[in-house]
Each structure stands twice: as structure tokens, then as C-alpha cells.
């Protein structure tokens, strides 16, 4: 009789592939996800501890083979995750790029800001009239904007308000300088850490404003490799379909930016939101909105939706275009990331 030797599932690889982990139940085998399939989006979500930041970290390790990659570090966590990565704190040698385009500068801070209509037209019209290059040149010109009717004048007032709150933090923001960018290098994913910003609104600015800036730069043929970006606390920048970025999920795919974004409130997200994201990672769930809202996004039977919650720390409902049906996988921690932190026994008796 012949030796046929047979090669165990388990080690089948697809080319170009994530791997994710190992699936439990059914014939063990390891999980990969196509990297191209991530320029189509990915969405991670799963309550506090149950393991999402170190699923993404697992993900972008490999991923900067096949592109740059782009992390919006909230919590400054992924230094520590990545060991190749390049960590930055936005400061005056590398500051958060505020696209210099008048449109996207004025939706940037009407979202972010949350302006009233009267408030966003004001600012319109002082950065078509002067074109301001700097936070403060920004806050000064709105200041000499000639006032007649009273209503511009509280809404003047209102406006000088919000965007003054911007100057305590204005080294850490630029206009139209997108030097930030030049840290884009492959094999080395860059960090942009935000937990030096303690203010919510100065870190939803530096999101979006970094986010519609790399989607300018892409576009204007700055960068000429694949983008993925990772974009932690989510839910804070993505509000129900309306906001910028869930528009960005739509557009930015045929520039070659694929988006991870990383949340532990779906619900906040929005069905359209999960729905344009073709990859989804399930960590554990408890409330019942956000089950039912996964489980309907990705069409889970009964009973893989009643697993969600029982998840432990690590495990998760991975389902993406490349597989039949969602699959139970063990995330497997990628080398660099450390497990846990190390111990060192005290010298002596
Ligand atoms: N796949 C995994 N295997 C082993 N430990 C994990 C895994 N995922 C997460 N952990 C551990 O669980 C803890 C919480 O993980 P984390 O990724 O920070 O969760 P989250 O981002 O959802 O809050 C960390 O100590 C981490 O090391
Ligand atoms: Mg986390």
C-alpha cells in the first residue's frame, strides 16, 4: 500500500491571509481572512476586557505587509501591543493634519463641534474670505467678522465660544500640514496617540480631521500604498449614519482605504454602519439591543446568537466574505503582543 500523506486542514493557508485563529467546533482547522477583503471594512465589537483591542493588534501586525497602517490609539494602548510599531504623540513635529479644503474644514468642525446651521455659515464664509493657516488665525478672523444683524452677533459669539476651546490644544493640530503622514511607512504600523487629549471633542477633531485628511492626501495620489486604519472607541466619531465617517465607509473603498473600527456599542453605530462593514468579529455582548442588532446584521441562527454573550475573553463570531458561514474562533495573540504582563519572582529566600 501506498503513504499518501495528508496534510491537516489545520495548516492550509490561503495565500495572502490573516490569520485570525483557530476555529473550536467541527474539523480544527486555522482561520484566515484574504487581506484585501479588509479594504471592504471591518467592524470588531465586544464589551470592555473581552478581548477587541488585541484582536485589531493581531490583525494590523500582519496587515502592514500588504499596506501602511494607521492606528487612532484612544487609550494609548498599542505601543505596548505592537512591538514594530512607530508611536507619536501629535505635537508641534508632527501635528494632526486639519484638511486645508474649505469644504471639508468647515464640515470637520460643524460636526465636531456641534454647530448650529447660523454658526456653520459664519464659519463658512471666514474661511472662504481669509483662508486661515492657523487655529489662532482661524479664531482671530472669525473675531473681525463684520457683525450687523443681532443674530449674527450671538451667533458670532456662540461660534468664537466652541472654536476657542480648540486653542488649548492647538499645537497639537495643523492646517493643511500633512507631514504626519511621511511616518506612513509598510511594516511598521504608525501610532497616533490620543490619550495625552483628555477633552472629548478635541479627540473626536483629531479623529475625524485625521481620518478626512488621509482620505484628501489618498486621493490626491499622496500615498500610493494600501491604507488601514484602525479606529478605536468608534462609537464616539460615528454617530447613526449621518456623521462623515459613515459616509467614508461607502467612498473610501476604491481609493484603497480599509477602515477597522472598534466598538463595544453597535447600537450607537447603527444598522447601515455594521452593513457596510463586510468583516465582523463578534467579542462577547450582554446587552440585548446590541446582540440582537449583530445577530440581524450578520443573519446568525438561534443559536450561535445565544453563544454571544457566554463568549470568553479572546473568542468571537468571525464572519467575512472568504467564509460560507460565521465561524467560533479562538483569537491567537499575535507574537509580538504580549499575553500578560510578566511577573519578574523577587530575588532572595
Ligand atoms: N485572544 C486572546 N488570548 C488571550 N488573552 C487575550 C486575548 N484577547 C484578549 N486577551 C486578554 O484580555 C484582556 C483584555 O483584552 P483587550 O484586548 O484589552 O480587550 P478590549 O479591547 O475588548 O477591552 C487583556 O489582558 C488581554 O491580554
Ligand atoms: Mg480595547
Given amino acids: 500500500m501506498r503513504n499518501i500523506t495528508i496534510i491537516p486542514s489545520k495548516y492550509r493557508n490561503v495565500t495572502g491571509g490573516v490569520l485570525i485563529g483557530e476555529n473550536i467546533g467541527g474539523i480544527p482547522k486555522y482561520v484566515y481572512i484574504p487581506a484585501t477583503d479588509f479594504l471592504r471594512h471591518c467592524i470588531i465589537v465586544g464589551t470592555t476586557g473581552s478581548g477587541k483591542t488585541t484582536t485589531a493588534s493581531t490583525i494590523v501586525a500582519q496587515l502592514s505587509s500588504y499596506g501602511a497602517v494607521l492606528i487612532m490609539d484612544w487609550y494609548g494602548e498599542y505601543g505596548n501591543l505592537l512591538s514594530g510599531a512607530q508611536v507619536v504623540k501629535p505635537g508641534r513635529s508632527a501635528p494632526i493634519p486639519i484638511p486645508s479644503d474649505e469644504d471639508d474644514m468647515v464640515s470637520i468642525f460643524e460636526e465636531v463641534l456641534e454647530l448650529s446651521s447660523a454658526q456653520a455659515y459664519i ?134 482605504i480599509g477602515i477597522i473600527l472598534i466598538t463595544q456599542s453597535p447600537s450607537i453605530l447603527g444598522h447601515s454602519v455594521i452593513m457596510n462593514c463586510n468583516i465582523r468579529i463578534v467579542h462577547a455582548l450582554k446587552s440585548r439591543d446590541d446582540i440582537e442588532l449583530m445577530s440581524r446584521s450578520i443573519g446568525l441562527s438561534k443559536e450561535l446568537t445565544e453563544v454571544i454573550p457566554r463568549l470568553g475573553t479572546g473568542m468571537a463570531l468571525v464572519d467575512s466574505p472568504s467564509s460560507t458561514s460565521p465561524e467560533l474562533v479562538r483569537v491567537k495573540v499575535h507574537e509580538a503582543a504580549p499575553l500578560t504582563s510578566v511577573i519578574t519572582p523577587k530575588s532572595g529566600n
Fill in 123 to 256: 464659519l463658512q464664509r471666514v474661511i472662504d474670505a481669509y483662508k486661515p493657516r492657523t487655529l489662532s488665525e482661524l479664531i482671530e478672523y472669525i473675531e473681525i467678522y463684520p457683525t450687523e444683524a443681532k443674530w449674527v452677533i450671538e451667533s458670532k459669539h456662540a461660534l468664537l465660544r466652541r472654536v476657542s476651546m480648540l486653542l488649548s490644544k492647538e499645537k497639537m493640530f495643523s492646517i493643511g500640514d500633512y507631514r504626519l503622514f511621511k511616518l506612513l511607512k509598510t511594516h511598521q504600523p504608525l501610532v497616533v496617540d490620543l490619550s495625552g487629549i483628555r477633552n472629548i471633542i478635541l479627540k473626536r477633531l483629531a479623529v475625524v480631521a485625521l481620518l478626512k485628511a488621509i482620505e484628501l492626501v489618498k486621493s490626491a495620489g499622496g500615498i500610493s500604498d494600501r491604507v488601514f486604519i484602525v479606529l478605536e472607541e468608534s462609537h464616539n466619531v460615528v454617530a447613526m449614519g449621518k456623521s462623515l465617517i459613515s459616509r467614508m465607509l461607502s467612498e473610501v473603498r476604491k481609493l484603497g
